[in-house]
């Protein structure tokens, strides 16, 4: 069983920088890739940006060029360096990871509010 936990939410004006943190039960190495998801009040849960082995990345394009996802090997933490924040950034952040099956592992998610 794989145990993710996030942290690094919190409130955020306009233009504002955040990096979420999502430190998991054991060694990020071993899982096949690990993504960043987010979920707004009323709407559907949606990739954010996802990391695999390699140099592999995926950005959707509404955070393309503002957001960098990475991880840290020696800390088995995963990263959301999130710049220059907008309302629509708004969500519930959730880490999420695989071993390359079908199993999926979840954060409880963590609240990121852009707000004037």
């Known amino acids: 069983q794989v145990q993710l936990v996030e942290s690094g939410g919190g409130l955020v004006q306009p233009g504002g920088s955040l990096r979420l943190s999502c430190a998991a039960s054991?060694?990020?190495?071993?899982?096949?890739?690990m993504r960043w998801y987010r979920q707004a009040l009323g709407t559907q849960r949606e990739l954010v940006a996802e990391?695999?082995?390699?140099?592999?990345?995926f950005y959707a394009d509404s955070v393309k060029g503002r957001f960098t996802i990475s991880r840290d090997s020696a800390k088995n933490t995963l990263y959301l360096q999130m710049n220059s924040l907008k309302l629509e950034d708004t969500a519930v952040y959730f880490c999420n990871g695989d071993l390359g099956g079908v199993q999926q592992y979840w954060g409880q998610g963590i609240q990121v509010t852009v707000s004037a």
């Open positions: 054991m060694r990020i190495a071993m899982l096949y890739r």
């Open positions: 990391i695999g082995r390699g140099d592999y990345t």
